[in-house]
């Protein structure tokens, strides 16, 4: 399943900004993964953090290949050795052991959480141990599909902004007004940006100054 989104919301964005409908143009339709499921995407996120792209998609075939499923009681009922030896930090299991504890025993309800606005929903997913802000924000894209997330800690959709708008750098105060513009089509905003971050448009060059060796 991918993130869905049409002609809709690119509009709204072309008509916003002259220099993100010219990127649109260029790329075309943007098709990213999303993950339907609250709890498997948390754990996929805990488990994906400070390591590659690819050494999260191993240790998540890994994982499904033991548990069969990735639910609380799988997770659950795995001793943490048996987790780890798919390649998980001995603290990522304890923050998906722990979160699979709050979800079994009711203390946390994630169908409560998929219904909150998106600050509430940032703010209970950001309690849990092993998340952060910029986390909960792409559980909310990629998971939730919320329409409007824009992350200031992305250091992709900030690239993508110097890339796009020729900025030296993007702080809070410019990050705003680019989240204002493209406010209630902020997700499809962040596809772009990745894509362009990526490389989508060879031409298009990072205007962060370099840094001196």
């Known amino acids: 399943m991918y993130f869905q989104y049409g002609s809709r919301e690119t509009e709204y964005l072309k008509s916003r900004d002259k220099a993100l409908g010219e990127v649109i143009d260029r790329i075309g339709p943007v098709f990213r993964e999303t993950d339907p499921d609250l709890f498997s995407s948390v754990v996929h996120h805990i488990v994906g953090q400070q390591i590659s792209t ?9 994982m499904k290949e033991q ?22 930090s001995f603290r990522k299991v304890e923050y998906i052991r722990d979160f699979a504890a709050k979800v079994q025993s009711g203390a946390l309800d994630l169908q409560e959480i998929s219904r909150l606005p998106d600050d509430q929903a940032i703010k209970a997913l950001a309690s849990l141990k092993g998340i952060g802000v910029w986390t909960a924000e792409m559980i909310l894209l990629f998971c939730l599909q919320r329409p409007d997330i824009l992350s200031f800690d992305d250091l992709a959709i900030q690239r993508g902004l110097r890339m796009v708008y020729h900025h030296r750098s993007i702080d809070r105060k410019r990050f705003e007004k680019y989240r204002r513009r493209f406010s209630p089509c902020g997700s499809v905003a962040s596809l772009y940006l990745w894509a362009v971050a990526g490389g989508a448009i060879p031409e298009m060059k990072d205007y962060a100054p370099k840094r001196r060796k």
Do not use: M
């Open 54 to 62: 690819k050494a999260q998609a191993t240790i998540w075939a890994r």
């Open 67 to 88: 548990l069969g499923e990735v639910t609380p009681a799988t997770i659950a009922a795995a001793p943490a050795a048996r987790l780890q030896s798919a390649g998980i």
